[in-house]
Nanobody
Framework: QVQLVESGGGLVQAGGSLRLSCAAS????????MGWFRQAPGKEREFVAA???????YYADSVKDRFTISRDNAKNTVYLQMNSLKPEDTAVYYC????????????????WGQGAQVTVSS
């Protein structure tokens, strides 16, 4: 019922920047907290960042001070601005809708986007 469409992935050199976008369907977007996760081949899916209904943010230690999550409720869109990118940031990035539970756990989220590939070269 809820659909998330991601865009903005690509290839960038270490130290560069990318911005991911995630557009959500429906007129109740402002009622949900949203999160970003990432998964590299052969690795577990890990928490990146989350933003609550009021705009408060939470980040994984690995991306703190480099990534910024934001939302535009008028456009039903959540963003992930990624600066000072490192090769270890290479992964498929997923946006997701928070339901309940531990904020950093994949099981706390219900709906997921299709994923956006981010590749950082050294």
């Amino acid at each position: 019922q809820v659909q998330l469409v991601e865009s903005g992935g690509g290839l960038v050199q270490a130290g560069g920047s990318l911005r991911l976008s995630c557009a959500a369907s429906g007129r109740t977007f402002s009622n949900y907290a949203m999160g970003w996760f990432r998964q590299a081949p052969g690795k577990e899916r890990e928490f990146v960042a989350a933003i609550n209904r009021s705009g408060g943010t939470y980040y994984a230690d690995s991306v703190k001070d480099r990534f910024t999550i934001s939302r535009d409720n008028a456009k039903n869109t959540v963003y992930l601005q990624m600066n000072s990118l490192k090769p270890e940031d290479t992964a498929v990035y997923y946006c997701a809708v928070y339901e309940r539970g531990v904020l950093t756990s994949t099981t706390a989220y219900t709906y997921w986007g299709q994923g956006a590939q981010v590749t950082v070269s050294s």
